[in-house]
């Protein structure tokens, strides 16, 4: 093996079947090193079809998140942050805990450099909630696109 293919010789679901986990306290997020640790880059992921329920009716709850990070040592493997997202669909809670619970374990797990995870939620009770949520100082020279996701305006 080469050096580069060494970083994901400890991952266990990468390639494997994996059951969706019950809850986002019993998923899984594995982490591999950043192969260029040395440069300050950004790491985009996009989950635009994002669900949890509400915690007091039980209904779904459906989100457009996009999460924005900058590594320091660690890379978060994309197949169980998809595992980690879609166990939220059985968690009963609010727009504003699903938003920064998923932050501060990105957070707990990568130690990143910087982090911002807008979750941009679709109308409940004809309101739209929006949480935005940042984590550091954005490192100099780093280029962030925008997030690129429009207000909500219904049919308008």
């Not at 994309?78 to 504003?96: I, M, P, Q, V």
């Not at 739209?128 to 940042?134: K, L, S």
């Not at 996701?149 to 219904?154: A, D, E, I, K």
Request: aromatic residues 10%; proline residues 9%.
């Amino acid at each position: 093996m080469n050096e580069k293919s060494d970083i994901y010789s400890d991952l266990k679901q990468l390639g494997q079947p994996v059951s969706m986990p019950t809850s986002p306290e019993q998923a899984q997020l594995e982490t591999v090193a950043n192969p260029h640790p040395d440069v300050d880059y950004c790491v985009r992921f996009t989950a635009p079809e994002f669900t949890s329920l509400c915690p007091m009716t039980g209904q779904p709850d459906f989100a457009h998140l996009v999460i924005d990070y900058v590594p320091a040592g660690k890379l978060v493997e994309s197949k169980s942050l998809k595992l980690y997202l879609t166990s939220f669909r059985n968690h009963g809670a609010f727009h504003e805990d699903c938003t920064v619970g998923i932050a501060r374990r990105l957070i707990d797990e990568l130690q990143p450099k910087w982090l911002r995870l807008g979750g941009y939620w679709y109308p409940r009770g004809g309101i739209p909630i929006d949480v935005f949520f940042q984590h550091g100082e954005l490192p100099d020279g780093v280029w962030v696109a925008d997030q690129g996701v429009p207000t909500y305006r219904g049919r308008g």
